[in-house]
């Protein structure tokens, strides 16, 4: 049988063909699931080099005549079928990749985007100040789960994001801050200066919850009059109050129950908490202070704010800040008439207040189930890894001791 030619004699191969009308070449195949589909090119060589493209496409399971699906259009696939995620994380994923890729990045064709773009993308976003490289990571995680589904689909054979996040770690020179525990002196000073000024006495019985208690920041800021046990002596932790700036394109409150069933506590008062629980109850009743707010449901919130409504976590942790700077002027001024070294307050934040305790309270205690039970922890590894950095110095003390105690030989 003789083969088809081409109008220049050459032999075409199956499946290829020339249209008369204009000379335009053709090559035709069938998917896995029968579906006749079909390229053109103006030459027999360019033809053929996107035949090969689609049959290495077809021998590795690719999905073929898919090249013009973009990361968006994969993202919007990831984003219908995401499930298993709490609202708040829900939330934060989809505002990540909305605000900050799909304008751009997320419109580029899924099968042409190399890993060296994903990483101009996350250098581009850290060098322009876009994004601190730790929010970029944020960014990551979104992304790589959208790359993953498209290789599971077949879009795609690997994913370009796989170890980029780590490069660009590298190229900025980036390392996870180790979270700090203030040291005693430096609790004892934070407090103190509080108690004693005036113009910062009233957050008190806030910042001794805080420290008395290792709860999280959405833990305290929700935290209603009724979980408070003041006979039985003990709070309850069973919701967090987060402040989103996600779907709805403005900030909000919401109420959520606790990531994880560790999160569902009880926590001991301390002496100093419950009197600084009745403290905050008679200040509010001196200044008319009334709760105002509600949020799904939730309201007779402890820790109010001058108008009557719960606290913004980053209200809180910049009020650490105007404190901590006072105080360091105030310590430095002290220090220097007292001819000695002043006791500095470091930068901190809510969360390094949580690890205070946490510090504590292993510094006292060593049953590590009750600490991991006391701070809500799910993994009984990041216990051990709180306890092993509260306890180092203690061990050292211990060694340092023992000098003519021991002998090796």
């Known amino acids: 049988m003789e083969r088809r030619k081409d109008n220049k004699g050459r032999v075409l191969k199956d499946g290829e063909s020339q249209r008369k009308s204009d000379g335009l070449y053709m090559y ?179 910042f001794t919850f805080f420290l008395g208690t290792g709860a999280r920041v959405s833990e305290i800021v929700g935290l209603r009059w009724e979980d408070v046990h003041m006979e039985e002596n003990y709070v309850e932790i069973n919701h967090n109050t987060v402040y989103y700036q996600r779907e709805k394109g403005k900030c909000y409150f919401s109420v959520t129950t606790p990531k994880t069933e560790a999160g569902n506590r009880i926590i001991p008062l301390l002496p100093e908490v419950k009197e600084a629980l009745l403290e905050e109850r008679r200040h509010q009743k001196e200044v008319e202070l009334s709760c105002k707010a509600e949020i799904d449901g939730y309201t007779d919130f402890i820790f109010l704010n001058r108008y009557g409504m719960v606290h913004n976590p980053q209200t809180i942790n910049r009020t650490i800040k105007r404190i901590s700077k006072d105080y360091n002027e105030w310590e430095l001024d002290r220090a220097d008439k007292e001819s000695r070294e002043p006791v500095l307050l470091p930068p901190f934040s809510c969360h390094n207040l949580r690890h205070t305790f946490a510090t504590r309270y292993c510094e006292n205690e060593t049953n590590l189930k009750v600490i991991q039970e006391i701070l809500g922890h799910k993994d009984i590894a990041t216990t051990m890894d709180v306890y092993a950095e509260a306890t180092k110095d203690a061990k050292v003390k211990s060694f340092a001791g023992l000098e003519g105690k021991i002998t090796i030989s």
């Not at 896995?32 to 689609?54: A, F």
């Not at 609202?87 to 064709?109: D, L, P, V, W």
């Not at 801050?177 to 910062?200: C, D, G, M, W």
């Open 28 to 206: 035709r195949w069938q998917t896995k699931t029968g579906d006749r589909k079909y390229i053109y090119d103006s030459s027999l060589e360019g033809l053929r080099e996107k035949e090969e493209v689609i049959k290495r496409d077809l021998r590795d399971g690719i999905k073929v005549g898919a090249s013009n699906v973009t990361l968006n259009d994969v993202y919007e696939m990831w984003k219908k079928d995401k499930r298993g995620l709490k609202q708040t994380t829900k939330g934060n994923y989809f505002y990540m990749y909305e605000h900050f890729a799909k304008e751009k990045f997320g419109k580029i064709k899924i099968q042409a985007i190399k890993k060296s773009d994903v990483r101009r993308f996350y250098n581009d976003l850290v060098d322009t100040d876009k994004m601190a490289i730790n929010t970029v990571e944020g960014l990551h995680t979104v992304l790589h789960q959208v790359f993953n589904l498209a290789v599971e689909d077949d879009y795609i054979r690997k994913n370009p994001s796989d170890g980029v996040m780590g490069d660009c770690k590298r190229v900025h020179n980036f390392q996870t801050p180790k979270r700090h525990a203030l040291t005693v002196a430096e609790q004892n000073a934070f407090i103190s200066y509080i108690r004693n000024t005036p113009k910062y006495r009233h957050w008190l019985p806030l």
